[in-house]
């Protein structure tokens, strides 16, 4: 067994489910649900439950649903909900079924008039305001509304009437009736339904009263059957409410809910409704920006869903909510790639480089391997000609000390190809630098030198045969580890997460089309951007760095005289 096909296993929850399982507790059965509001794309937090609550469906035999939490018209849109079964399906998972909480609206609505029967729920026509300041506080107990003390059947009337659109958005709502001196605020007399003459993207006109989160919550995991509801730890308190709708109502079953800690991520936002202030904003360019840690985000920056249930195996559950390290996806995404991601040149910052002593009709075919160390992955062809295109920061008119890549009279290797000397920097009219005249010694393809040692080994593409390209290099989009933690969020936008280079040169073979992520040897790790490429040009964006290692493998490679 892989380690993705049970993610987060051996969890506090897991045992508490292996304990049920013993035990008898819901007649051997498991099953769970990933249950979010389709309001926005899913993020990088939503990827830690979908893992663990489709992990633990998969791991025990079990079920689990997806279920659109929908009881909040006006923020949700049929956009989110094609996009939440696209990202998770992306990840791998099959739900059992496909539930919306709307479609238990009817069921939601007579459950409610049997609490309005059992004298447990009443309507209130106080304002919001004042059920607001009726409500107490964390110090102070509650007072009851004027409202509490309607008849059964004035309250069977009165909420009728809301359902048949009779009365204004705020003129009533429906509450459950607990207790106003609870020390529990949660428990202070919790809404269950509000007035909203709005369409619903799933119901239409049907309603105009909706029904609150923790009134359907529960109720809609009880009509699955789910028996293990988990959620973020921000749910603790709300815990007891949870209980006391599903013991006064004749539900199927009664689910227990068990909270874990909330996914926090460094330098970023995991939060929809701050992910959407970015795309309104147009500080991003949309939902699917390769900077957003949004799901479909990642997927266009290069992550693999292997990188990304990796990574949730390496968080683990518990109940704390830590904050992340960007590294830490980083390095998963960098294992993933560097097993499986096809290697290749690529020129970010071209600068020509002529070998004069290279027979101009003259051209040799190099044939190199796709990957160091799987040579199942095949070869390609390489072109080497006399005029090649090295990065501009591979030379230096004035290097600093230990600079062991091209100057001027000095030697470097072009990697699997010969070792060149540069004789002559030419110039434009404004001093810049136009191309490197330079010589090859003939004697070192996939040779030392004689007599001497050349330690520098560059990357190179035949400037004929290049492919031309964008590349856009991300960085953090936040330029603080905690933006939320700190004032407003969008104070602190990092201003460069963006930089898009527009005459990149790439190795002939990478205009064939690519199945997964390459990496561009000594830049990092890039993926094709397929809905951004034209027939004109190729967009590829970095999906992260290659580790600082370069100097290691380049002393390395030196002495191998590859
Ligand atoms: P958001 O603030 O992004 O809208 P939410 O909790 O309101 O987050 P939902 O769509 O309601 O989002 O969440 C669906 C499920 O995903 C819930 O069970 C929720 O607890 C879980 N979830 C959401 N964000 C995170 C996170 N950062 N870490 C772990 N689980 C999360
Ligand atoms: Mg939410």
């Given at each position: 067994m892989s380690s993705t096909d049970s993610p987060a296993k051996g969890s506090f929850i897991h045992r508490i489910i292996e304990k049920d399982l013993e035990t008898n507790k819901y007649g051997g059965h498991v099953a769970t649900r990933f249950p979010p509001e389709p309001n926005g794309y899913l993020h990088i937090g939503h990827a830690k439950s979908i893992c663990l609550n489709f992990g633990i469906a998969r791991q025990f035999n079990g079920h689990c649903n997806l279920r659109f939490?929908?009881?909040?018209?006006?923020?949700?849109d049929i956009e989110y909900t094609q996009a939440i079964q696209t990202d998770v399906e992306w990840l791998g998972f099959e739900w059992d079924k496909l539930c919306?909480?709307?479609?238990?609206f009817e069921q939601l609505y007579q459950y409610a008039v049997e609490l309005i029967q059992q004298g447990k729920a009443y309507v209130d026509s106080l304002s919001a305001e004042e059920i607001s300041d009726y409500r107490g506080t964390l110090t102070s107990p509650g007072k009851d509304s004027?409202?509490?003390?309607?008849?059964i059947e004035e309250n069977l009337d009165l909420f009728q009437r809301m359902r048949s659109g009779e009365f204004e958005d705020g003129a009533h709502i429906l509450r459950a009736k607990i207790d106003m001196t609870s020390p529990n605020l949660v428990m202070r007399d919790p809404p269950m339904y509000r007035i909203r003459h709005t369409q619903h993207h799933h119901t239409g006109d049907a309603w105009c009263i909706y029904p609150l989160y923790d009134y359907t919550h529960c109720i809609s995991d009880a009509l699955e059957g789910v028996t293990h509801s988990l959620c973020t730890t921000e749910f603790e308190v709300r815990r007891p409410l949870y209980n006391w709708f599903l013991d006064n109502l004749p539900v199927p079953c009664h689910p227990q809910q068990i909270e874990f800690g909330r996914l926090n991520f460094e330098y970023t936002v995991v939060s929809k409704r701050k992910l959407a202030q970015l795309v309104d904003k147009g500080i991003?360019?949309?939902?699917?920006?390769?900077?957003?840690?949004t799901l479909s985000g990642m997927r266009r920056r290069g992550y693999t869903p292997t990188s990304i249930i990796e990574f949730s195996n390496r968080i683990g559950i518990t109940k704390n909510d830590g904050t992340v390290e960007m590294s830490l996806l980083e390095s998963c995404i960098r294992d993933d790639l560097n097993q499986n991601a096809p290697r290749r040149m690529a020129i970010l910052r071209p600068l020509k480089v002529v070998?004069?002593?290279?027979?101009?009709d003259a051209e040799e075919t190099l044939t190199l391997a796709n990957h160091p160390n799987r040579p199942e992955l095949g070869e390609r062809t390489l072109p080497f000609t006399r005029e090649v295109y090295i990065d501009?920061?591979?030379?230096?008119?004035?290097?600093?000390?230990?600079?062991?890549r091209l100057v001027l009279g000095g030697e470097v290797r072009l990697r699997y190809g010969y070792v060149i000397k540069c004789k002559e920097v030419v110039k434009n009219e404004s001093g810049e630098i136009e191309k490197l005249i330079c010589t090859y010694d003939p004697n070192t393809l996939g040779k030392k030198p004689e007599g001497r040692k050349v330690k520098g080994v560059i990357h190179w593409v035949p400037a004929h045969y290049a492919v031309n390209a964008e590349v856009r290099l991300y960085d953090r989009l936040f330029s603080i580890p905690e933006p939320s933690a700190s004032g407003d969020f969008m104070d602190h936008i990092n201003p460069h997460s963006l930089l898009t280079l527009n005459h990149c040169k790439l190795e002939p073979s990478l205009s064939e089309p690519l199945t997964s992520g390459v990496q561009f040897e000594r830049e990092g790790y890039f993926c094709l951007d397929k809905g951004h490429s034209s027939k004109n040009g190729l967009v590829f964006n970095r999906t992260v760095q290659l580790r600082d290692e370069w100097e290691k493998i380049q002393k390395k490679q030196a002495t191998l005289g590859t």
């Open positions: 939490d929908d009881t909040n018209p006006e923020k949700e919306h909480a709307s479609d238990y004027p409202y509490r003390s309607r008849t991003v360019d949309g939902w699917d920006d390769p900077r957003m840690p070998i004069e002593n290279y027979p101009d501009q920061t591979d030379f230096a008119e004035n290097p600093p000390p230990k600079f062991k």
